[in-house]
């Protein structure tokens, strides 16, 4: 019961607040390049949202696909395609490309857990990528149609979601 409630403890308050940044590995070098949580790589994304919201085009934009078998197949090829070479197989900011980046890509699972974000928050992401926020995220509305950037959310959700849900709980943002 004792080690329970320790292990539910530290998920609440995180790792780095228990042992701190240096032992979580989070590198918070004065040259900003790497941010401090596990979802947070480039907070100016977030900050934006929180306090504008999504670009016009993007506002208020919900998923129109469920999470079918066959819609979450078709998201899950496109994420192996366009994706997991930066984010990784399980979306945790561990692909090959993604660990030559100076901001390193997001954790998904722990982006996805987070309440504020919805989904217009993850088609503008997608869509327009991270130039202007200074990150190497891909802008994919030239490459990938509409329908297929919500198939690889749909895919996300269902995959990656409930992994990230003990990151969120630390108070993170995605980039």
């Keep these: 019961l004792i080690a329970i409630l320790a292990i539910a403890i530290f998920l609440t308050i995180g790792c780095t607040t228990v042992f701190g ?4 590995g989070i590198d918070r070098s004065s040259s900003g390049a790497k941010y401090a949580g596990t979802t947070e790589k480039a907070p100016e994304r977030h900050a934006h949202y929180v306090q504008s919201g999504a670009p016009a085009a993007y506002r208020g934009r919900r998923n129109p696909f469920k999470a079918t078998i066959g819609n979450v197949v078709e ?5 192996d395609l366009r994706c997991a070479v930066c984010h990784g197989v399980m979306g945790i900011g561990d692909g090959e490309a993604g660990q030559k980046l100076t901001v390193p890509p997001a954790d998904l699972g722990a982006s996805l857990a987070q309440p504020l974000h919805g ?9 327009d990528g991270g130039g202007q926020f200074g990150t190497d995220m891909p802008l ?12 690889i959310l749909t895919f ?20």
Excluded: H, Q, V
């Excluded at 989904?119 to 869509?127: E, G, N, R, S, V």
């Design 21 to 24: 940044p240096a032992i979580c």
């Design 75 to 79: 998201g899950a090829r496109l994420y």
């Design 119 to 127: 989904d217009d928050y993850f088609l503008w992401t997608i869509a």
């Design 140 to 151: 994919f509305r030239s490459d990938l149609s509409e329908g297929e950037i919500w198939k």
């Design 156 to 175: 996300m959700r269902a995959a990656f979601a409930e992994s990230g849900a003990a990151s969120a709980t630390n108070g993170e943002a995605p980039r």
